[in-house]
């Protein structure tokens, strides 16, 4: 499906999104190290898993009220949010106040508005493109993201350390912007029956609470669906890692390290320039692959593409692990991209695919599950490598994309004996 015959939501979401992502992608990478070099790797690793622990809550939150209140509401709310967060953000590292605690108050505000944004964003695609190009959409959507992560951290990079201020001012400004576009150009996509039904009930918090407990109660007995989620949540574990164990990790292994030498000419990188080029090299390869590699996955049972995807993630858990070589952690990572770029769009469409349209908020919300949770709990990798050592931290993450593989396998095998069952009713 060409974007020239995209909904013009679509569109619009598209630009207004790539611009407010390659602002966030400016600063976000350093925060693990920023947290961890102000409070400590242990202190760091519990007060990230505290802060994804309200995006966890917020996220099912937000895919009731993506149903319940509709798509555009929802989002154009969270990115305002965002932009206000990140200004306090911004004014707590100033050069007139500098305040740690404010600033990891701010991260948490605006991860729980990000978890209100995504299952709305999600759903809208939903609504308004066909299931058979649904993964494409996804696709497209994922490489604007991973755009951004090729440019903001190269920009990072370059001005995070002497203009931290100025990022988050930019990335404020970006929010609110954002913010303002959703607000003015693009219209309602949830199914009106679905908002009308609901909203004509004048509900207590009490009520609101009970219903979105009940309506979610519905999904959790959802075998298939569960099991999904709890595969993505190993899964997650090990791919959030990206912007937490690897920048601390790269940091302590790469110190002046010649990456290029030619005669008395050669280049050398410490260790945050290291990880900026990884997250790089991540970013540019889903960009340049991810539309490509989600064709070709398409040809393949998605059984195979998803318990292979995870199977790869934990080899380059093992790579990344056993070297502290410049170009063995950039091969690490060519294959923990492919890895990621293996599942991209197919697994958005296999959640689209098994939701009923009128709790398609939900659903999404409580498939990104899968990240919250996993980002919840991925942060007790930083002090682990205190406890068990480097090593046996990317064993343990290495250990969790396996069984994230075989429950994989489960699942698919419960979904396809449930649909041969449907199919002879």
Aim: net charge positive; glycine share 8%.
């Amino acid at each position: 499906m060409r974007i020239r015959d995209w909904d013009r939501n679509l569109k619009i979401r598209l630009g207004g999104e790539a611009l407010a992502n390659i602002s966030f992608w400016m600063f976000f990478p350093f925060l693990a190290i920023f947290f961890s070099d102000e409070f400590g790797k242990t202190t760091a690793g519990l007060l990230l898993i505290c802060s994804q622990f309200f995006s966890v809550i917020a996220n099912l939150f937000g895919g009731y009220c993506a149903d319940l209140f509709g798509r555009k509401r929802m989002m154009v709310l969270s990115a305002f949010g965002q932009g206000i967060a990140f200004l306090i953000f911004a004014i707590s590292t100033s050069p007139w106040f500098f305040s740690p605690v404010l600033g990891f108050i701010c991260f948490t505000v605006v991860s729980i508005f990000g978890s209100l944004y995504w299952p709305a964003s999600q759903a809208m695609i939903a609504d308004v493109v066909d299931e058979k190009n649904r993964s494409s959409v996804f696709a497209v959507f994922y490489t604007s993201i991973n755009i951004a992560v090729v440019v903001g951290p190269i920009l990072g990079g370059i001005f995070y350390a002497e203009h931290r201020f100025e990022l988050l001012l930019i990335t404020s400004f970006a929010m609110v912007l954002l913010g303002f576009i959703l607000f003015k150009w693009i219209k309602e996509t949830a199914p009106m029956q679905n908002r009308s039904s609901r909203s004509s009930k004048s509900l207590s918090s009490l009520q609101f609470l009970r219903n979105q407990f009940k309506e979610y109660s519905v999904i959790a007995q959802d075998k298939v669906f569960m099991l999904f989620i709890l595969a993505g949540i190993l899964g997650g574990i090990t791919f959030m890692q990206l912007d937490l164990l690897f920048p601390v990790y790269t940091k302590e292994v790469i110190v002046n390290q010649t990456i290029i030498s030619l005669g008395n000419w050669h280049v050398q990188l410490n260790g945050e320039q290291a990880f900026g080029l990884l997250i790089s090299e991540n970013g540019l390869l889903v960009s340049l692959l991810t539309i490509a590699v989600t064709g070709w996955m398409s040809r393949f049972n998605d059984k195979i593409v998803f318990v292979l995807s995870s199977f790869i993630y934990g080899v380059s858990m093992i790579l990344f692990g056993v070297t502290e070589w410049i170009w063995g952690l950039i091969f690490a990572m060519g294959l923990f991209t492919f890895a990621e770029l293996m599942v991209v769009g197919i697994q958005q469409n296999f959640i689209s695919k098994i939701a009923p349209e009128h709790m398609r908020g939900q659903y999404f919300a409580a498939a990104s599950l899968r990240f919250t949770i996993g980002r919840m709990i991925a942060p007790i990798s930083i002090p682990l490598t205190e406890w068990i050592g480097n090593s046996a931290t990317f064993v343990a993450l290495c250990l969790f994309a396996w069984i994230s593989a075989v429950l994989y396998y489960v699942m698919f095998t419960l979904f396809e004996r449930k649909s041969t069952k449907s199919a002879t009713i």
